[in-house]
């Protein structure tokens, strides 16, 4: 295992513990200032209702929704070849292959465990990379897989959604007696809410770092995945903006934020020094020994954002080489 492996683990543990924590002291407060929990327990049952639901049919959607087709061996080789090899590596099983019939060059993961995983390809990653990039990429996504962040990512994001129903529910409530607590309530649900949405970023923004690091572990260079990363980034700067914004609400499933493109190009763009379209290991080696500058207006839109600076990601890359 890497030096830093169990400290990214430890900081989404840290961080779903905050979130889970937040919430309960918040919905104890509510508690305490109404008499009657029967609301806060319907919530509480949605909200273990939409957990259930997105378990079960959450692969199916992602499926419409990403335009996926499962693919075999005869029809895919090379592609279901690097996945099992991949999976042995990961000591998991072998995941579904698939191909999504979009333009933007990109790969993903989902599933509702280990033995559920499904690893995919959009058209556009197949014209773009190399076969030692795809495999990067890959390691990339079968790493969601081996750390179960997909289930990890559908139970946090769940949590704030409910605080949000119960503040919107407070506010818009009717013939409420008490309408200094109700006020409170919902203040307090959407602070819920507000923080909530925070953390599961900072959740989804950790796993990208730590599947980045395992698909090193797996054994591709580091400058492989930032090649891979360069070019995708590029060919989604390149992409139809009317597909962009059509799958731009999954760009959590990416591993890149393919809304995010047109800026992150003109950050990496600088680390390609000869202008050969690649990230070569000396390039790569450059930003170890760096000292890079992420101005306060970046550091605030990746707060808000689900995957990590893109630049920062490159450093951090570096320092596995």
Not at 256 to 280: A, V
Not at 295 to 313: A, G, I, Q, Y
Request: aromatic share 10%.
């Amino acid at each position: 295992m890497m030096q830093n492996t169990w400290k990214l683990k430890l900081r989404m543990i840290l961080a779903m513990a905050i979130l889970f924590g937040i919430i309960y002291a918040i919905i104890i407060v509510i508690g305490t200032l109404v008499f009657h929990q029967t609301s806060f327990r319907f919530f509480g049952v949605i909200g273990i209702g939409l957990m259930i639901i997105q378990y079960f049919a959450g692969p199916k959607i992602v499926e419409m929704t990403m335009r996926v087709k499962y693919v075999s061996k005869e029809q895919a080789p090379d592609l279901h070849r690097i996945i099992e090899d991949l999976a042995n590596i990961a000591g998991i099983p072998k995941p579904k292959v698939g191909v999504s019939e979009m333009n933007v060059p990109n790969a993903f993961a989902f599933g509702r465990s280990k033995k559920d995983g499904r690893v995919c390809v959009t058209h556009g990653i197949l014209n773009i990379l190399k076969e030692d990039e795809i495999k990067a990429v890959l390691g990339h996504e079968i790493a969601h897989i081996k750390h179960s962040d997909m289930i990890v990512m559908t139970v946090v994001s769940m949590v704030p959604m409910v605080c949000y129903y119960i503040g919107m529910s407070q506010m818009f409530s009717r013939g409420n007696n008490n309408n200094n607590n109700t006020f409170l309530i919902a203040a307090l649900a959407m602070v819920a809410y507000f923080i909530g949405q925070l953390l599961v970023l900072f959740i989804s923004r950790t796993r990208e770092y730590y599947a980045d690091q395992e698909s090193v572990e797996f054994g591709n260079p580091p400058d492989k995945l930032a090649s891979a990363l360069y070019k995708l980034v590029n060919g989604a700067s390149k992409t139809n903006k009317d597909e962009i914004k059509e799958f731009k609400g999954n760009s959590a499933f990416f591993i890149n934020d393919i809304g995010n493109s047109d800026f992150d190009i003109r950050e990496i763009s600088q680390l390609d020094t000869d202008n050969d379209g690649n990230i070569s290991p000396s390039e790569l080696s450059q930003l170890k020994y760096r000292k890079i500058h992420v101005s306060s207006k970046n550091k605030l839109t990746e707060v808000f954002s689900t995957h990590p600076n893109m630049l920062k990601r490159m450093k951090k890359l570096s320092e596995y080489s």
